[in-house]
């Protein structure tokens, strides 16, 4: 029998690269979310982490954390598993990139009416608290670069339920969030009600149009990119991104694609910095603790 078709096979793969890893148990979680079969119950998962009984006593820790993290939240897991099956990874090749927009706005639709925490971030479970978690973590890493400040304009693409814009209304002097799904666009406006220096635009996912030139300090891609990458206008952002940028001004691209080699994201995003005029500041660092994202910062040329 193919090893991949035996029961808990592809579990087991997956348990075992996130402790080479190094990944959170939330993060592991995740994966298992995505990737294991539907069949496959949260109590069966947990049963195959703790058969793995690996002798190493950190890892056979990990494990039991699993187990004991899919039996009590079961029905987290299985909203967590639901809401990612709402998003297809998949195109066709024939798809025009406006079709491909257009089926991943409904996809995230969907995913933010199951769950909207589990729609930005699966690790997060579906929980508010945990989101926040790594939220904080990026808005401090933000803040080491030199990101945000009280006079800078913060553009935010995908900004999907609007945690961000929430988090970086007090570390900015303006932030305009956009997104293509109009849902998440509703929560983010609900969640950010009240702060004058938020604002958020139904962007048609293709470009920055809407955007004048140099108008923004700083840009941020929080798991945007890998849908750009998709639908196939990865390039075509990259080159806005360089044209609403003010002289000095940066961009955050956190985590560029999906796909599993990361030497090709950094080789793309240093050919297009390159092309547009922009320095590689930090090139495919993972600093997150509680999310296992990969990190680029470009700067417009121009600044210090």
Sequence with gaps: MNVARQPGAIARRLLEDCMTDGLSVDNALARLAVYTEKTTSAAQLADIALDMRPSHAPRRCWLEEVATMLRGKADAFDKVRRAAACVSHDRPDSEPAAMTVKRLAGSFDRAAAISPAASVQLSSLGDEHRLSTTTAEIVAWLEQQGFVGAHKHILDIGCGIGRLEHALGTHAGYVVGIDISSRMIE????????????EFHLTSGLDLGDFAEASFDGVLAL??????????????????????????????????????????????????????GMDLVVDGEMPFGSWDGMVFLVRRDGGT
């Design 187 to 198: 929560i983010a406006r609900r969640r950010c009600a009240g702060l004058a220096n938020v």
């Design 223 to 276: 798991d945007s990119f890998p849908y750009l990458v998709l639908a196939g206008v990865a390039e075509r952002h990259f080159i806005e991104i360089a044209r609403v940028l003010r002289r000095g001004g940066m961009a955050a691209i956190l985590n560029y694609s999906y796909r599993t080699s990361p030497g090709i994201d950094s080789g793309d995003i240093s050919r297009l910095s390159h092309a547009c």
